[in-house]
C-alpha cells in the first residue's frame, strides 16, 4: 500500500531510493543528497513513499515532491 508507514516493513528495508521529478534535474548533486538523507531519516514524513518487496527484505521509494521539499525547507 503505498503513501503508508509500515514499521514490519521498515525493519526489514536493506535498500533506500530516491525518485527524483524532472522538475529537478538541475539540482547539485550535493543537494540531492542532503534531500534524501533528511527524506530517508524520516520516512513516515514523506508524502510519497512506498515499499518494494526484494528476496532479502524491502526496499523504500520514496519519490521527492513539492510538499516534502517545503517541509524540509529545502524548496
Known amino acids: 500500500m503505498p503513501n503508508a ?3 514490519y516493513r521498515e525493519a ?5 531510493r530516491t525518485i527524483w521529478p524532472e522538475d529537478y534535474d538541475d539540482w547539485s548533486a550535493a543537494d540531492r543528497e542532503r534531500v534524501e538523507a533528511a527524506l530517508h531519516a ?3 514524513e514523506a508524502a510519497e513513499l512506498d ?3 526484494q528476496h532479502s527484505g524491502f526496499a ?9 521539499l517545503e ?3 529545502a524548496g
Open 51 to 53: 515499499y518494494t518487496r
Open 5 to 7: 508507514f509500515d514499521p
Open 60 to 68: 523504500r521509494v520514496v519519490t521527492v515532491t513539492a510538499a516534502d
Open 42 to 44: 524520516s520516512p513516515g
Open 71 to 73: 517541509r524540509l525547507g
Open 12 to 16: 526489514l528495508v536493506v535498500e533506500a
